[in-house]
């Protein structure tokens, strides 16, 4: 074919396919006989004459010849064991008993189900890849360090751990007793507990060893396995139960408008909703064998009205409310609308049963924010990928009338519930999986076979293409392939398929973490150093084991200070003194196998922050720091994991505190761009894209009490599919469990290595752009150095052809990538939905948090180049464009003095306004916390995106009062309005970075003195550590806390709020349904979109 694409892992344009593939790293290339002094601690790394030659020098432009088209993999690393408190997970096929009754019923006894006779998974790979050599000696002296003056803290499993049930000791100085509450999950073996501050029993997300890698050979035909779960083979993780948990997911938001939710709303204060009802406690799961197809959102249930007698429209499902009988453009006075009526998030409802496909067609997800357990038959599960509309329009004209957004939320690493099935991995061998063609597209359930299946019609470029021999099977009576319930690629929306050679240009990379420690005074002096190194020390036991697992660290300040791992005695220390032309010790001497070195670089941990303690250097060289381990590591590529606390002021990539310049520039930042929020220059944009092309992927731990221009720096994990974590202003006392916990949940998190992804769509239908924490060389794929399952992309779509009604479109993400334990693999998710040309079918078919989610992030790419006013007011006119659309097109109320919502996006308008009051649209804040909102959103899952801006508020006072029936420890949710927060009452409020504990002004002295073992607030401290006291009261709310923290894979970060100081306040801005200076209260704002509507009605 002409338009030939190049598949993914085919040679970039810009690459040259018969570039040899680098060779192996080889670790005695260089010495450096004079770069070293004999002074002991300073030893001066001098630039040699010739630069150090590191192997594999070169760019690489991708570790596979060709950029894989196609990212995937999926990793069955290092994913978290599940916890051993955890509450028990459902048994697969469990359903609570509402489930169930809406359920079609399964097939009947002894009839198999595809699942029932797969094969069993082999259970082999290919055997990994060799243990790299190892480093040659170093030609650096040794030096000692300086000992004695390090007290080193306990070995870490000497220690309580935050997960583990002893009791901690508060760090000296530590203002409390208060501690983190009970071990979250049980009494933790955990290898590795914290041993820095142990601010006591820190509930935490228990993460178990990752399986050992499994080793295999390679079936010459197609074969499967199971990478995770069921049938698993040991070792394998793909799937794995939510690091911090597993159990039913609580109160999460409800889903607006779903049908699987009893009663969305209203709420009201003090109505308890109906208990939840979680699996364990119900029949079976029954699996549908031709029943009928499941109750979709808005599209069978009555019509739910406010404020009128229901009015029944043939498959719509809205909701009115009314105002005042106003005419046309005159205000609605807000008194008319009552508060109690207007749609809020309802009561979770039970865990939902989701089968992706049933009677041969789509079914739409349940909301993101719910509880739910997938069966794949066909599409992908809606973790992995969804859309914002279930239906595809026909026409981008078809598309505009709706108003609404069309783009695929992907996360292809993402965390699936216990119970679901794990991803199948298939081995097709040295040929490699099926594949179109001519578009690359890979074999999955939608390619039509043909010509008694010798031919099949691709699903996304309609090319009919002959099967390979050996993969041929003929067709049953039903067109489909006999053996297509047996093999994943033919009935799975998921696979998993070894990667060939031809995938690889290299050898798949090692697990390499390098670590760079700020030690400059203000971090040895804050406790951020120790806190960093204590983190690190704890994790080291967490990291993949092997021989293909290597460690580095280096720390800095004003200069940088490499680290000889490789001595038998003790460590080395190296130091670069350039911080304008960058270069590294020798490679072999810092980048070590961890098997060799763990007890030198355990010594090392302990004796940096004492090494340090006397600096009085204030400067940091953090951008020469990230270049020179960059260097370091670049020959292999692997995780940089950078620790740092003030603004990097020296060397390349300094930065000045222009924070200074902005705060006397307040007043104009609504009506022009901030530029404080963007970059302040190319410099780090530069580095970082280069380090995309070696596949380092940098993590940043910003541990600071100052302005660090996040704005700057956040480009190099943005660029590198690394992240951002920020503790402003650092505790000594509060962060470093969280800091641990983060660390250890970013090392143990299921992920993987040297990605790269594209997704291909159904001909009619195109990507526009992708969006999300990468590096993008050419425009149909995005490099993903580091990809985990806390990273969601964003594609936008675009119509370029007109799709036929009744037909489907599907969309195919491809991830190749390299497991933790060196393994390549393609990850496939394909989704195919149905084509529609009527709107009321968009409307029904419309994912609320999905086009949310999608709605943030584009503000949050407008947010540094427009006036902000002009994006509240670009968020606002698309909320009400979909609502003006459904008004015009497909209400059938006619009275004006109705606000019609289409019921599956009824809250809409909510979440539009506490998107405009959200920290990253406001100007109260500090620019660095406007930054790292802005920057967390750019790869927030879809779960998330809700709510951070519209947290969850509950009454912790109460917890006490028995709830019959719900299983659940987090009591129901309250509106967030202060209609709803009474002053005898303690409430906690949680966003998924956050958790705000807000003190009312009156409340009683013995309930403060259970949860918190004082008797007046005044007696807390600032800052904070949850701790467990003995009686029931203090046991549930850390019960609720923990069960958040594994909700939302995250060690929240704890506040304490009171009434009557700033800090009350503070939490009353989180209120978004109350007028507030950031914006108008949840009734005006309805007003305001009705208003609009209704002029826009009329003109
Ligand atoms: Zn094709």
Not at 264 to 275: A, N
Request: glycine share 8%.
């Amino acid at each position: 074919m002409a338009a030939f694409v190049p598949p993914p892992g085919a040679p970039r344009p810009n690459n040259n396919s018969n570039t040899p593939p680098p060779p192996p790293p080889n670790y005695n290339a260089q010495r450096y006989p004079d770069s070293l002094s004999d002074n002991m601690q300073n030893l001066n790394l001098n630039r040699q004459q010739q630069p150090p030659i590191m192997p594999n020098a070169a760019p690489r432009p991708s570790p596979f010849g060709q950029p894989p088209p196609f990212p995937g993999a999926s990793a069955p690393y290092s994913r978290p064991g599940p916890p051993s408190a955890r509450p028990a997970a459902p048994p697969q096929g469990t359903f609570p008993p509402g489930t169930a009754a809406v359920r079609p019923t399964g097939p009947p006894p002894g009839q198999s189900s595809p699942f029932g006779s797969r094969p069993p998974p082999p259970g082999s790979f290919p055997p990994g890849v060799a243990p790299t050599p190892a480093p040659a000696s170093s030609p650096f002296q040794r030096t000692g360090m300086p000992s004695g003056q390090v007290s080193m803290p306990p070995a870490p499993s000497s220690g309580p751990g935050p997960f583990s049930g002893g009791q901690a000791v508060p760090p000296t100085g530590a203002p409390g007793r208060m501690s983190n509450g009970p071990p979250a999950f049980g009494s933790g073996a955990v290898p590795g507990g914290p041993r820095f501050p142990p601010p006591g029993n820190l509930s935490q997300p228990l993460v178990g060893p990752p399986p050992p890698p499994t080793s295999v050979a390679p079936p010459r035909t197609p074969t499967m396995h199971s990478v995770l779960g069921g049938p698993t083979p040991p070792g394998s993780i793909a799937q794995q139960a939510p690091p911090f948990s597993s159990g039913p997911q609580g109160m999460r938001p409800p889903p607006p408008g779903s049908p699987y939710s009893p009663q969305s709303w209203p709420m009201q204060q003090g109505q308890v909703p109906p208990p939840p009802q979680f699996p364990g406690s119900a029949p079976p799961p029954q699996y549908p064998g031709s029943s009928p197809p499941p109750q979709y959102p808005g599209s069978a249930q009555p019509p739910r009205m406010y404020g009128m007698p229901p009015q029944p429209l043939p498959n719509q499902s809205m909701t009115t409310i009314s105002s005042a009988g106003s005419q046309t453009g005159t205000p609605v006075g807000s008194s008319k609308i009552d508060p109690n009526q207007i749609p809020r998030p309802g009561p979770s409802s039970s865990v939902l049963l989701h089968e992706t496909r049933q009677g041969n067609q789509a079914n739409p997800p349940p909301p993101a924010t719910s509880d739910y357990i997938v069966r794949d038959n066909g599409n992908c599960s809606p973790r992995y990928m969804r859309c914002t509309i279930n239906q595809i329009p026909c026409t981008a004209d078809f598309l505009t009338t709706s108003g609404m957004p069309l783009a695929l939320l992907v996360e292809p690493f993402a965390l699936t519930h216990p119970s679901e099935e794990p991803i199948q991995v298939v081995d097709f061998g040295e040929s490699g999986p099926v594949r179109c063609s001519r578009c690359k597209g890979y074999i999955n359930p939608f390619m039509k076979f043909i010509d008694q299946g010798r031919q099949f019609i691709c699903n996304l470029c309609g090319f009919t293409d002959e099967t390979p021999r050996d993969y041929h099977c003929n067709l049953g009576p039903d067109g489909r392939r006999r053996d297509a319930d047996d093999r994943p690629e033919l009935c799975r929306g998921t696979v998993e398929f070894v990667a060939s050679k031809e995938y690889m240009v290299r050898d798949p990379m090692p697990a390499v973490y390098f670590f760079l420690i700020d030690v400059s005074m203000n971090a040895i002096q804050t406790g951020a150093t120790a806190a960093a190194c204590s983190a690190i020390h704890q994790v080291i036991a967490d990291l993949p084991e092997g021989p293909r697992t290597m460690v580095g660290i280096a720390t800095f300040d004003s200069t940088i200070h490499f680290y000889s791992l490789k001595r038998v005695e003790q460590p080395l220390m190296l130091i670069v003194p350039d911080v304008q032309d960058v270069y590294t010790p020798l490679e072999t001497d810092v980048v070590v196998q961890l098997s060799k070195c763990r007890q030198h670089l355990e010594d090392l941990l302990g004796r940096i922050p004492t090494m340090f303690q006397t600096s009085k250097t204030a400067e940091s060289a953090f951008g020469a720091a990230i270049k020179a381990a960059f260097l370091a590591i670049k020959s292999t590529g692997g995780k940089l994991l950078v620790f740092q606390s003030v603004l990097p002021s020296t060397g390349i990539g300094a930065l000045s505190a222009r924070e200074a310049e902005g705060r006397a520039n307040i007043s104009s930042t609504e009506k022009e761009p901030n530029k404080l929020l963007q970059p302040v220059d190319k410099t780090l944009k530069t580095l970082a894209i280069e380090f995309a092309e070696y596949q380092v992927c940098v993590d940043l731990f910003i541990t600071t009490q100052s302005y660090m221009d996040i704005a700057s720096i956040s480009v190099i994990p943005r660029t590198t599919g690394g992240q951002v974590y920020y503790y402003y202003p650092f505790s000594a006392v509060t962060d470093p469990a969280k800091l641990y916990n983060d660390l250890r949940w970013n090392v143990t998190r299921p992920q993987g290595f040297e990605a790269v992804m594209r997704v291909r769509c159904s001909q009619g239908i195109q990507v526009q752009e992708y969006f999300g924490n990468f590096c993008k060389r050419i425009p149909t794929d995005v490099d993903l150095p580091g990809i985990d399952c806390d990273k969601t992309i964003m594609v936008t779509l675009k119509h370029d052809d007109k799709l036929q009604d009744g037909s489907e479109c599907s969309f195919q993400c491809a991830v190749l990538y390299t497991t933790l334990y060196g393994q390549r693999r393609i990850r496939v998710i394909t989704l195919s939905l149905p084509c529609t040309s009527m709107l009321s079918n968009l409307f029904r078919a419309a994912d609320l948090d999905t086009q949310f989610s999608c709605y943030m992030k584009q503000a949050t790419n407008e947010i540094t180049s427009s006036p902000l006013v002009r994006v509240r007011e670009q968020m606002t006119n698309l909320c009400i464009s979909s609502l003006l659309s459904y008004r015009k097109f497909c209400a059938t109320v006619s009275s004006s003095g109705q606000l019609i919502l289409p019921e599956a996006l009824k809250l809409l308008p909510l979440y539009t306004l506490a998107l405009i009051k959200s920290t990253g649209l406001r100007t109260d804040g500090k620019i660095d916390e406007r930054s790292f909102w802005i920057n967390h959103v750019f790869s927030l899952s879809v779960p998330l995106a809700v709510p951070l801006v519209y947290p969850r508020m509950v009454a912790v006072h109460n917890l006490d009062i028995k709830k019959d029936g719900d299983e659940s420890p987090i009591p129901p949710v309250i509106p967030l309005s202060s209609e709803h927060v009474s002053d005898d009452g303690i409430y906690l409020l949680e966003n998924g970075e956050d958790c705000l504990i807000y003190i009312g002004s009156l409340v009683d002295s013995g309930t403060l003195q259970q949860l918190f073992g004082v008797n007046t607030a005044d007696e807390l401290p600032t800052q904070f550590v949850l701790q467990q006291h003995d009686n029931s009261l203090s046991k549930k709310l850390n019960d609720v806390v923990n069960e958040i923290r594994r909700q939302r894979c995250s060690y929240l970060r704890m506040k304490l709020c009171k009434k009557g100081d700033p800090s009350g306040a503070f939490f009353l801005s989180h209120l978004v349904e109350d007028q507030s200076p950031h914006g108008p209260s949840y009734v005006e704002f309805l007003v305001h979109v009705h208003r609009q509507i209704q002029i826009k009605m009329a003109s």
